[in-house]
């Protein structure tokens, strides 16, 4: 009996899916590798072999998205647009390697983000299906849950050992880092030890992100799955999706992030107006006041003496220090960028005479792509902005709905939910029936909470990294990695 050889669709099909699953792995591991290793090898943390390996992997994912357009017959491309944006990032990153004061280390990092960025253009090609970018969700929740578990027990059992550890063998210990016994240096290895959690990331900061991100999706997916009535194994996959979320919560608390709670605090806020409110106009007023509220506050902290709230200033006084160091480090290099992994270089000659330290990164997205690689970042990330809005429009013009409502006009019952529909528009349309509300929530819901964790977190313009593939579904999951390695402030 011979197997018949499979037709060029079904090969086509089988390529694109093995993209899936290749980005999958990849959204599960990069958080971890692009804050961690480096082909140039760090102690401790995975080194060239690692790194060789990821980087095939992502360039892997164009190579069989050509094969499958090959099999096919014929080049898809779902979000054509993204080629430009992503041609700009690779030659922003080749112009700044040029001009990089540290030559080998610009170079490194670049082929290691053009990876990613080649690499997310082809899973953001290859995701057709409801049930990939379900796959893709799961995989991102999976993950977080792992970081959060790992961030409790890090937290409840880690720390408190080290510590005693520390204090049984503290002159060995110092000794081993190199650090004088009864200096600053001292103190603050110690502070580490009361300071927030970090998991198996390269900073709090960055676990709080990863872990903001997933209570979100958590968040969304149990909405939706709890909308499926009569469905017993929806109502228990939305059970599990609220413990994850949980969990995910538990560990933004435990890396003592502020920017992570307040994510927290007001996507939730979001997310309640957006399913809760119908009137555009008022939607728009509530969305709006916790940001107001929140300056006014930042304002009116300035002049309150009291700890908890003289540290948060502190730490926004550092950020701005970093942005005015970035201006100016623009003014010479506006046009061509320092280079990856050279920031730190020029900062140390451009900081502000009173500030207490040096950062290899200016802890604000744009800010950090602008320096980094020229104008020619900065442009791309204006076309994933501009490219974003229009898809908004259109979405709107051709009938969209408020998420969890409706059908949009036209479409039929059993057809897929619009990959470009923004959730939040009224519609005027028929009365929706409970298999409409089914299928619309199945694909709306957590489409705003991912733009929460990141406006607050990483800056307004990441938004539009992240939602760069939102209009083709949850494909712009795996930009997470680019946020956090490019974007996400990461102390020296």
Same mark, same amino acid.
Request: charged content about 15%; aromatic content about 10%.
């Given at each position: 009996?011979?197997?018949?050889?499979?037709?060029?669709?079904?090969?086509?099909?089988?390529?694109?899916?093995?993209?899936?699953?290749?980005?999958?792995?990849?959204?599960?591991?990069?958080?971890?590798?692009?804050?961690?290793?480096?082909?140039?090898?760090?102690? #401790?943390?995975?080194?060239?072999?690692? %790194?060789?390996?990821?980087?095939?992997?992502?360039?892997?994912?164009?190579?069989?998205?050509?094969?499958?357009? %090959?099999?096919?017959?014929?080049?898809?491309?779902?979000?054509?647009? !993204?080629?430009?944006?992503? #041609?700009?990032?690779?030659?922003?990153?080749?112009?700044?390697?040029?001009?990089?004061?540290?030559?080998?280390?610009?170079?490194?990092?670049?082929?290691?983000?053009?990876?990613?960025?080649?690499?997310?253009?082809?899973?953001?090609?290859?995701?057709?299906?409801?049930?990939?970018?379900?796959?893709?969700?799961? %995989?991102?929740?999976?993950?977080?849950?792992?970081?959060?578990?790992?961030?409790?027990?890090?937290?409840?059992? @880690?720390?408190?050992?080290?510590?005693?550890?520390?204090?049984?063998?503290?002159?060995?210990?110092?000794?081993?880092? @190199?650090?004088?016994?009864?200096?600053?240096?001292?103190?603050?290895?110690?502070?580490?030890?009361?300071?927030?959690?970090?998991?198996?990331?390269?900073?709090? /900061? &960055?676990?709080?992100?990863?872990?903001? !991100?997933? =209570?979100?999706?958590?968040? @969304?997916?149990?909405?939706?799955?709890?909308?499926?009535? #009569?469905?017993?194994?929806?109502?228990? !996959?939305?059970?599990?999706?609220?413990?994850?979320?949980?969990?995910?919560?538990? #560990?933004?608390? !435990?890396?003592?992030?502020?920017?992570?709670?307040?994510?927290?605090?007001?996507?939730?806020?979001?997310?309640?107006?957006?399913?809760?409110?119908?009137?555009?106009?008022?939607?728009?007023?509530?969305?709006?006041?916790?940001?107001?509220?929140?300056?006014?506050?930042?304002?009116?902290?300035?002049?309150?003496?009291?700890?908890? &709230?003289?540290?948060?200033?502190?730490?926004?006084?550092?950020?701005?220090?970093?942005?005015?160091?970035?201006?100016?480090?623009?003014?010479?290099?506006?046009?061509?960028?320092?280079?990856?992994? /050279? =920031? @730190? /270089?020029?900062?140390?000659?451009?900081?502000?005479?009173?500030?207490?330290?040096?950062?290899?990164?200016?802890?604000?997205?744009?800010?950090?792509?602008?320096?980094?690689?020229?104008?020619?970042?900065?442009?791309?990330?204006?076309?994933?902005? &501009?490219?974003?809005?229009?898809?908004?429009?259109?979405?709107?013009?051709?009938?969209?709905?408020?998420?969890?409502?409706?059908?949009?006009?036209?479409?039929?019952?059993?057809?897929?939910?619009?990959?470009?529909?923004?959730?939040?528009?009224?519609?005027?349309?028929?009365?929706?029936?409970?298999?409409?509300?089914?299928?619309?929530?199945?694909?709306?819901?957590?489409?705003?909470?991912?733009?929460?964790?990141?406006?607050?977190?990483?800056?307004?313009?990441?938004?539009?990294?992240?939602?760069?593939?939102?209009?083709?579904?949850?494909?712009?999951?795996?930009?997470?990695?680019?946020?956090?390695?490019?974007?996400?402030?990461?102390?020296?």
């Amino acid at each position: 009996m011979s197997l018949a050889a499979p037709s060029g669709q079904t090969a086509a099909q089988w390529l694109r899916r093995a993209v899936i699953v290749i980005g999958a792995a990849m959204l599960a591991a990069l958080p971890r590798f692009t804050t961690c290793a480096g082909f140039l090898g760090v102690p #401790g943390v995975p080194g060239p072999p690692i %790194v060789l390996l990821i980087g095939l992997m992502l360039w892997l994912m164009p190579v069989l998205m050509v094969a499958s357009w %090959v099999a096919e017959r014929r080049a898809t491309l779902p979000a054509a647009w !993204l080629a430009v944006p992503a #041609g700009l990032f690779v030659l922003g990153a080749a112009v700044s390697t040029a001009v990089a004061s540290d030559k080998a280390s610009a170079m490194v990092r670049a082929a290691e983000m053009t990876g990613l960025w080649v690499g997310l253009f082809a899973l953001v090609q290859a995701i057709r299906t409801d049930a990939e970018r379900r796959f893709l969700l799961a %995989v991102l929740v999976a993950t977080a849950l792992v970081s959060a578990a790992v961030a409790i027990h890090q937290a409840t059992v @880690g720390m408190p050992k080290a510590w005693d550890f520390f204090q049984a063998n503290r002159e060995e210990v110092l000794a081993g880092y @190199g650090i004088e016994p009864g200096g600053f240096q001292e103190q603050a290895f110690i502070d580490q030890f009361f300071g927030g959690v970090r998991a198996s990331m390269g900073h709090p /900061n &960055v676990l709080a992100t990863f872990l903001t !991100l997933g =209570f979100f999706v958590a968040v @969304g997916l149990v909405r939706e799955k709890w909308s499926e009535a #009569g469905s017993r194994g929806a109502r228990a !996959l939305a059970t599990v999706m609220a413990a994850a979320a949980v969990a995910c919560a538990a #560990g933004v608390a !435990l890396t003592h992030s502020r920017a992570g709670l307040a994510a927290l605090a007001v996507g939730l806020y979001w997310l309640a107006v957006a399913w809760r409110v119908r009137k555009r106009r008022v939607r728009v007023v509530l969305y709006v006041a916790p940001l107001v509220i929140a300056a006014v506050a930042l304002a009116a902290a300035t002049q309150v003496d009291h700890p908890a &709230v003289t540290g948060a200033v502190k730490t926004l006084r550092y950020r701005l220090d970093y942005w005015w160091a970035t201006l100016r480090i623009l003014r010479r290099y506006w046009d061509t960028g320092v280079g990856l992994q /050279n =920031f @730190g /270089n020029h900062y140390v000659q451009h900081k502000v005479a009173w500030a207490p330290e040096d950062v290899a990164d200016p802890h604000n997205m744009l800010l950090s792509t602008w320096s980094t690689l020229g104008l020619a970042g900065a442009t791309a990330l204006a076309l994933l902005a &501009v490219g974003t809005v229009r898809e908004w429009l259109r979405a709107a013009r051709s009938g969209s709905v408020r998420s969890g409502d409706a059908w949009p006009d036209g479409a039929r019952s059993g057809d897929a939910w619009p990959d470009d529909a923004w959730p939040g528009d009224a519609w005027s349309g028929p009365e929706p029936t409970s298999r409409d509300r089914k299928g619309a929530v199945s694909r709306g819901e957590p489409v705003l909470a991912l733009l929460v964790p990141v406006m607050l977190i990483a800056g307004p313009v990441a938004i539009y990294v992240f939602v760069m593939g939102w209009y083709r579904g949850v494909a712009a999951t795996a930009v997470m990695a680019m946020v956090i390695g490019l974007g996400a402030g990461e102390e020296p």
